[in-house]
């Protein structure tokens, strides 16, 4: 894929998100995702529309995968605890909450 076609995907997913057509906002993700397979975010910004298709078994996987390719990060690790908290998994939605406070630096997210 060129990257102004990655680009006019990304930027169609993103309205997608913002009109709340999650469906519509994967679609354009997963066609990103298969060409950019390693790229970090790719994965997070599928997961994240797939929660709002709610798809969140489908949508843990792909934010594991993110979590293996960009590693501990802040919005990755919250997201990751409100799926679980979501998922009525307290267990797991209290171990990633906490990682997520690790990585956070914005007094106000912390508190």
Same mark, same amino acid.
């Given at each position: 894929?060129?990257?102004? %076609?990655? !680009?006019?995907?990304?930027?169609?997913?993103?309205?997608?998100?913002?009109?709340?057509?999650?469906?519509?906002?994967? +679609?354009?993700?997963?066609?990103?995702?298969?060409?950019?397979?390693? &790229?970090?975010?790719? +994965?997070? !910004?599928?997961?994240?529309?797939?929660?709002?298709?709610?798809?969140? @078994?489908?949508?843990?996987?792909? %934010?594991?995968?993110? %979590? !293996?390719?960009?590693?501990?990060?802040?919005?990755?690790?919250? @997201?990751?605890? &409100?799926?679980?908290? @979501?998922?009525? !998994?307290?267990?797991?939605?209290?171990?990633?909450?906490?990682?997520?406070? @690790?990585?956070?630096?914005?007094?106000?997210?912390?508190?």
């Amino acid at each position: 894929m060129i990257k102004i %076609l990655k !680009n006019v995907y990304e930027r169609l997913a993103f309205n997608a998100m913002g009109m709340q057509d999650y469906e519509k906002a994967s +679609h354009y993700f997963e066609k990103i995702l298969r060409a950019y397979p390693s &790229e970090r975010g790719v +994965h997070y !910004n599928y997961a994240v529309s797939l929660i709002g298709a709610r798809q969140h @078994t489908l949508a843990e996987k792909y %934010l594991l995968k993110e %979590l !293996n390719i960009s590693g501990e990060r802040y919005e990755l690790l919250k @997201t990751l605890g &409100e799926l679980y908290y @979501t998922s009525s !998994n307290p267990i797991k939605a209290v171990a990633f909450l906490k990682k997520a406070l @690790t990585h956070c630096v914005d007094e106000k997210e912390s508190s």
